[in-house]
């Protein structure tokens, strides 16, 4: 005969129990009322009753208790043993990696083992305190297999800065802007950022919010007052706020080219200069409490301010000398 599979008591039928059990029906009476074995009757009244008073059932208590019961034994300890997690711990503290303590623990305990992924899960589940010895310490984990790259680039026909001259890195020629965003956890605002990477002129502009049409918009607003000579190619990171970049183009008569993905660097003019406005307006600023008097003074400074990258120059006397030309 075919075993019958075994299925563990309802949330009903615990509460006929508790009706059973109140009327003072033995176990072997209640199993053949609910057609189930005794033993199962047993089993429940034994672990599901209340520590202190067995003889009171109830029925939804019961089924609360099996139920926490269950998801406690579906979590094991992420990491084996005490020793693996005393080798964890002592290695955190002083600034390894998960990667590296996986990697190490079999060279200086021999027959240890542990995956990368077991230690994160260790952290994150059950040492949150240590959370803050890892290299990148997120609040909140980012899911396995979460990927940082696009399998496809969401920016229409998006040219590399691999491929961008050689002039144009080497600041041979003047018209060739960098774009950046500073933001804010505080606010939906946030602010534009242009230099041109020559004279390092910079152009600040605030947005209401952090979108394509708005730095669209912004851009060609700002750079559209310039001669053509001062507006050649824009170079942009990869977020999805510059996705309207061609438009930007028509309108401009530019170039656009992209940084590598997470190779902000590529672009160091701007991220540079988002460092010194960072100055006036540190993390945290709530940028729809800013007015734009403070961001044109802003603006103002920076580019009356001497460099020596410049010879001292200022970034509005090399513009006005190439206008003059």
């Given amino acids: 005969m075919e075993k019958e599979k075994y299925t563990q008591l309802s949330l009903t039928e615990r509460e006929k129990i508790s009706i059973f059990k109140a009327q003072n029906k033995s176990i072997r009476v209640i199993a053949k009322e609910l057609g189930r074995h005794p033993s ?36 094991r300890k992420r990491l084996k043993n005490d020793s693996i997690r005393q080798y964890a711990d002592e290695k955190l ?16 305990i021999a027959g240890l083992s542990i995956s990368p992924e077991a230690i994160y899960q260790y952290l994150y589940k059950e040492r949150r305190e240590l959370v803050q010895y890892l290299p990148r310490h997120h609040k909140k984990r980012q899911k396995l297999g979460h990927s940082r790259k696009h399998r496809k680039s969401h920016i229409p026909n998006r040219v590399s800065i691999d491929e961008r001259p050689q002039h144009i890195e080497n600041r041979k020629q003047i018209g060739h802007w960098e774009a950046d965003t500073i933001i804010s956890r505080q606010s939906k605002s946030s602010l534009a950022v242009l230099v041109e990477r020559k004279s390092r002129v910079t152009v600040i502009e605030k947005l209401q919010q952090k979108t394509a049409q708005e730095i669209k918009t912004t851009t060609i607003e700002r750079l559209g007052v310039l001669p053509q000579k001062l507006r050649k190619s ?9 996705t309207e970049h061609e438009a930007i183009n028509t309108e401009l008569s530019t170039t656009s080219y992209f940084c590598n993905p997470y190779h902000s660097w590529e672009k160091g003019t701007v991220e540079n200069t988002v460092g010194l406005i960072r100055r006036f307006f540190p993390k945290k600023t709530d940028f729809s409490q800013v007015i734009n008097d403070d961001i044109e003074l802003v603006e103002f400074l920076l580019n009356t301010r001497p460099r020596k990258c410049l010879n001292y120059c200022t970034p509005l006397e090399i513009i006005e000398s190439v206008c003059c030309t």
């Fill in 234 to 242: 824009i170079t942009y990171d990869n977020g999805s706020e510059n």
């Fill in 40 to 75: 199962t009757i047993s089993r429940e009244l034994r672990r599901n009753a209340p520590l202190v008073y067995k003889g009171y059932y109830l029925g939804h208590k019961a089924d609360e208790r099996f139920k926490e019961r269950q998801s406690k034994a579906h979590k």
């Fill in 93 to 108: 503290a002083i600034g390894w990696s998960p990667e590296q303590i996986a990697g190490r623990i079999s060279k200086d």
